[in-house]
């Protein structure tokens, strides 16, 4: 039995500063406002999640483009991102999709999760277990600010 969740929203990514200017971080907020949850993510995630989210134009389809034509060709929606588990810093998440009347978990890196999700204008759905971690009301919650 799956735990609860929580849908997020991605509001905004900040610039890497320091001793290692090229990470970034984003920042998925809870729908009800008291969980932020920082993701780390290197440059070339940010620059897709950009291109992603600003709807830039490009000279040839991106990789999101091509999967989101094969989903749509095969009879598949997708449902959601579903971010289940943070193990050692990293999170993990499935893509939800629906194909003939079942749900699918297809695993992807949160990053292109996250590009998929905008792209398709599906939720961000956090596992319960996750969201309590980066609540504002905990305490350590501030080391990642």
């Known amino acids: 039995m799956e735990s ?9 990514i900040v610039n890497g500063i ?15 406002g008291n969980v932020v949850i920082p993701i780390k993510l290197d ?17 040839r389809p991106t990789l999101y483009d091509t999967f989101e034509r094969c989903l749509k060709i095969s009879g598949s929606k997708i449902c959601c991102l579903y971010i289940y588990l943070m193990y050692e810093g990293i999170f993990y ?5 629906f194909q003939n009347g079942k749900t699918l978990d297809v695993d992807i890196k949160l990053s292109d999760g996250l590009c998929m999700a905008i792209k398709s204008k599906v939720p961000i759905m956090v596992d319960e277990s996750i969201a309590s971690q980066f609540s504002l009301q905990n305490a350590s919650i501030h080391k990642y600010f």
């Open 18 to 32: 320091g001793p290692v200017p090229d990470k970034y971080t984003a920042y998925l907020f809870s729908k009800n």
């Open 4 to 12: 609860p969740v929580q849908e997020f929203v991605l509001k905004t």
């Open 93 to 97: 998440a499935y893509l939800r999709i």
């Open 43 to 59: 440059l070339l995630a940010v620059e897709n999640l950009l291109i992603t989210q600003q709807n830039i134009p490009q000279a």
